[in-house]
């Protein structure tokens, strides 16, 4: 299922030029979804970064939980903090010690497992990330 998953989420990437996610096993089983060089757009102290999610033991009858972003320490273009945001919260079950990272406590209003994909919860975090706030 996360093959598949992540081939429809490389295309979409592919689709604006973008560099391809990756999926790695964690040993909570889960899996550590990674997509590098995301626009974020204006309003933010930088223009891209790379983002992080879980996809759940379970997934995806689990639905994903939050995401992160690297480089750890991303704000707003004027220097504030993001909402519902903190540089603490760890990637649960993350084999890379002491990876910094800025945690987003975002959560799904509706997960339907029989039709969202890893594709519909980037969509998700994109829409939390633009616009910046």
């Known amino acids: 299922m996360i093959d598949k ?5 490389t295309t979409e990437r592919a689709r604006h030029n ?15 979804i990674t997509v590098p ?3 974020i757009g204006p309003g933010w102290s930088q223009q891209s970064v790379l983002v992080l999610f879980v996809a759940p033991p379970g997934y995806p009858g689990a639905q994903p939980d939050c995401f992160w972003v690297e ?3 991303l704000r707003l273009a004027d220097g504030n903090t993001p909402q519902n945001t903190n540089d603490a919260n760890q990637i649960p079950g993350d084999v890379l010690t002491g990876r910094q990272t800025t945690w987003f406590s975002w959560h799904l209003q509706s997960w ?6 890893l594709v519909t919860y980037f ?5 939390r990330l633009k616009p910046a706030r």
């Open 112 to 117: 339907n497992p029989n039709g969202d994909s």
């Open 37 to 39: 060089d995301v626009d």
């Open 18 to 32: 973008a560099p391809p996610p990756t999926a790695m096993t964690l040993p909570t089983g889960g899996y550590l």
């Open 71 to 73: 480089p750890t320490g």
């Open 123 to 127: 969509n998700v975090i994109m829409k």
């Open 5 to 9: 998953q992540l081939i429809e989420l």
